[in-house]
Nanobody, 115 residues
Framework: QVQLVESGGGLVQPGGSLRLSCVGS????????MGWYRQAPGKQRELVAS???????IYPDSVKGRFIMSRDNARNTVYLQMNSLRPEDTAVYYC?????????WGQGTLVTVSS
């Protein structure tokens, strides 16, 4: 059974930074394409970062140049460094595989960008 536990969210002012972490058990992150997703109130969940097995990263234009995804294989952990945060980045952030493992969504971590 896959378990994903996200952490690192919080309240930050516009322009600030946060680093999210996601620890997994039950599946090996290093042999899967992993991603960070977010869901804002009233909106559908969207993929905001992907990390391939080979270490390549893919970002949508909305976060490109501001977000950086990385992975620590020894800890079976993925990270999301978020810089230059904007109010529109406010959402609950989740990690999962790409495409996502069914039934494996964690509780997410809330990021609120507000002055």
């Amino acid at each position: 059974q896959v378990q994903l536990v996200e952490s690192g969210g919080g309240l930050v002012q516009p322009g600030g930074s946060l680093r999210l972490s996601c620890v997994g058990s039950g599946r090996d992150f290093s042999i899967n394409v992993m991603g960070w997703y977010r869901q804002a109130p009233g909106k559908q969940r969207e993929l905001v970062a992907s990390l391939t097995i080979g270490g390549n990263t893919i970002y949508p234009d909305s976060v490109k140049g501001r977000f950086i995804m990385s992975r620590d294989n020894a800890r079976n952990t993925v990270y999301l460094q978020m810089n230059s945060l904007r109010p529109e980045d406010t959402a609950v952030y989740y990690c999962n595989a790409v495409p996502p493992w069914g039934g494996a969504w964690g509780q997410g971590t809330l990021v609120t960008v507000s002055s």
